[in-house]
């Protein structure tokens, strides 16, 4: 199953990744977390993104696509992956297609998570991560108040720093400018399938997996015919 998640910052993606990733056994391919690990390595390549990931802007195409073609292309991708980030531009999108059809491979589906802005700046200045195994939080609902720790792995939570009110707005605006026509390039070819995000947690990720089931009774059927 070749899965992508679109939607604003903020919007659920990396929570419903984790979970369908968790639910299907492929892997749940975060760009912005792959950009915040090569961050964390101290490599050069750090510098030249962390300038543009801090301020809310999009990493150049030619260097995201590049990163992405290895990670899709590696052993454990071989059944399928939940892409969640990726793609973020129409020419992405184009790349990523190019790239399936030279494996003889296709997406089979890209959700929009739907949620408005002012949530998505909510949910974002309420999120925090941690730092030693990526566990999304919020302080709304669930995070151990007292101790401020990971209940997964006990590991020290922190705020990413793009995750402020001023970078969220922007990350928002470069979103409808950038990313919006990707939602519209999915709809034209027939491949978008959009979710209320704006429901509990668990509504969400069941309206996901009624989504999924469905694609996969199709595919069954196909191999069938
Ligand atoms: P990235 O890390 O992908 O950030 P984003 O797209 O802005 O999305 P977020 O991670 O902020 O939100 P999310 O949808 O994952 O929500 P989450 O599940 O955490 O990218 C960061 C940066 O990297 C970009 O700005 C860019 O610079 C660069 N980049 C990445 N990919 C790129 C690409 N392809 N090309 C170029 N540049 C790229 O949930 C958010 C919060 O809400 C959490 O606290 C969570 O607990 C809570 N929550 C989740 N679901 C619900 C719910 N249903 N109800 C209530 N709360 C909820
Ligand atoms: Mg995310």
């Given at each position: 199953m070749r899965l992508v998640l679109l939607g604003l910052p903020g919007a659920g993606k990396g929570t419903q990744g984790e979970q369908l990733a968790e639910k299907y056994s492929i892997p749940h391919i975060s760009t912005g977390s792959l950009i915040r690990s090569v961050i964390n390595s101290g490599l050069k390549l750090g510098e030249i993104v962390n300038a543009y990931i801090s301020k809310g802007n999009l990493i150049p195409d030619e260097l995201m696509m590049e990163m992405l073609r290895q990670r899709v292309l590696a052993d454990d991708c071989r059944n399928g992956w939940i892409l969640d980030?990726?793609?973020?531009?129409v020419k992405q999108a184009m790349h990523l297609d190019e790239t399936l059809k030279q494996e003889s491979s296709k997406l089979d589906r890209a959700f929009d998570i739907r949620i408005s802005p002012q949530e998505a700046v909510l949910r974002i200045t309420k999120r925090r991560v941690c730092r030693n195994c990526g566990q999304i939080y919020s302080l709304e609902q669930d995070l151990d108040q007292e101790s401020g720790n990971c209940t997964s792995c006990g590991g020290p939570l922190y705020q990413r720093p793009d995750d402020n009110v001023e970078v969220a707005q922007h990350r928002l605006q470069v979103y409808m400018e950038q990313t919006h026509p990707v939602v519209h390039y999915y709809a034209q070819s027939g491949r978008l399938t959009s979710i209320n995000g704006e429901q509990d947690i668990d509504a969400v990720f069941s309206d996901l997996s009624d989504a999924v089931a469905v694609l996969l009774q199709k595919s069954k059927d196909g191999g069938r015919a």
């Open positions: 980030g990726f793609p973020r531009t």
